[in-house]
């Protein structure tokens, strides 16, 4: 729930997530806050809360896919040759 004064609000957020808070003011244009406001009404929260969960899981590591690469040839230009690859292991 939002707390503070008209303008700036604390976020207080789930115990395990986060054990310090710090305030951070952004400047949105208007149809970005406009938009912020519905999600957050549909989503029934605050805006405030919104914007903060959205940061906090844009900002989490990024995690490599464990099959990205996998099937990887070590030359970069196998989609340019591919009809002269397939017909080399295929003995066409």
Partial sequence: MATGSPGCSEIDPAPSTMSR???????????DASR?????QQAQTTPERL????????????RQLSFVGLGASGTH???????????????L
């Fill in 21 to 31: 808070m710090s305030q951070v003011l952004i400047d949105l244009s208007d149809d």
């Fill in 77 to 91: 230009d196998t989609a340019a040759r591919v009809e002269e690859i397939l017909r080399d292991e295929l003995d």
């Fill in 36 to 40: 912020l406001a519905e999600r957050a």
């Fill in 51 to 62: 914007a903060a969960e959205a940061l906090h899981t844009y900002l989490q590591p990024r």
